[in-house]
């Protein structure tokens, strides 16, 4: 089976959850950081706008697939994507995973006060889970160094990077070579919905691919950076057929 499944230049990891889940765990045997991204069609737009961001996508050891519109995607290309794997349920799957030790997670990202109560709540939801850390999302450049130190002396297994993308993505590769954990994700607004701060849509939605149509109900002055949904779609149809036509 292909491993990755090309759209419009960003290569989605073809992983079910399952999978996936294991592949992350198979990454904290190893020690070297490895990189989790999770874009959704809006970030897939962006990097075929900007081919550093899909160079950076790329280099993640594994690129799931966010949401509805990029398994959509997938399918009308005619390499349908196996499974959506968003980041946060991936980050919920991996919390509930049965380990031999207590797997250490830092939280990084969300406004002040944030991380803490997504801490709270996933520490009581998943027992089985130590929060190494955790840190807000607002800072300025000069403090990053001293970030960096704060998640090593935690000493974290995963860390979970909330800064939305591509900030996330970006910041992970400025500061990889400075980073001492195994695996760090880029889970963009995963802690305000851990926290509490932000709701989910309704599960009926996102398991009808409607999850864009709540965020644009929540947050209607979001509706131009939304613009790229259908232009993402129309530029799905249009390389489809103009595979057909080759
Ligand atoms: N965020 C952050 N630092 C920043 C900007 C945003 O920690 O400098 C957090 C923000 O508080 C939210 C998450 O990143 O929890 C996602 O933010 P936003 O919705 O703006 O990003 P998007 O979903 O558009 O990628």
């Known amino acids: 089976m292909n491993d990755r499944i090309d759209i419009h230049g960003v290569r989605i990891s073809n992983v079910t959850m399952e999978e996936t889940v294991s592949r ?3 990454m904290l045997e190893e020690d070297r950081l490895h990189t989790v991204f999770t874009p959704n069609a809006e970030i897939i737009m962006q990097a075929v706008r900007d081919p550093s961001l ?5 280099s993640a050891d594994l690129l799931l697939a966010d949401g509805a ?5 997938s399918r009308i290309l005619g390499t349908p994507a196996r499974e959506k794997v968003s980041g ?3 980050a919920r799957a991996l919390m509930r995973w049965k380990t031999v030790r207590p797997t250490r ?7 002040p006060g944030v991380a803490e109560q997504a801490a709270v709540h996933l520490l009581s939801d998943y027992p089985g889970i130590v929060i190494a850390g955790f840190r807000n ?11 960096v130190e704060e998640i090593n002396r935690s000493n974290p297994d995963i860390l979970l990077v909330c800064l939305g993308a591509p900030r996330q993505e970006r910041w992970i590769e400025a500061n990889a070579a400075g980073l001492q954990c195994r695996v760090a994700m880029g889970l963009g607004g995963s802690l305000d919905v851990f926290a509490g701060t932000v709701k989910l849509a309704p599960e009926w939605m996102r398991k009808a691919g409607l999850e864009w149509l709540a965020r644009l109900i929540r947050e209607p002055f979001r509706w131009k950076r939304m613009l790229d949904l259908p232009r993402f779609v129309l530029l799905t149809f249009r390389t489809r057929l103009m595979k057909k036509r080759v």
């Open 24 to 26: 992350i765990f198979a």
């Open 54 to 58: 899909a160079a950076l996508l790329n």
């Open 69 to 73: 519109g990029v398994v959509l995607g």
């Open 88 to 90: 946060i349920d991936t």
């Open 105 to 111: 997670y830092f939280l990084f990202g969300g406004k």
């Open 137 to 147: 999302g607002y800072f300025t450049p000069e403090e990053v160094p001293a970030i």
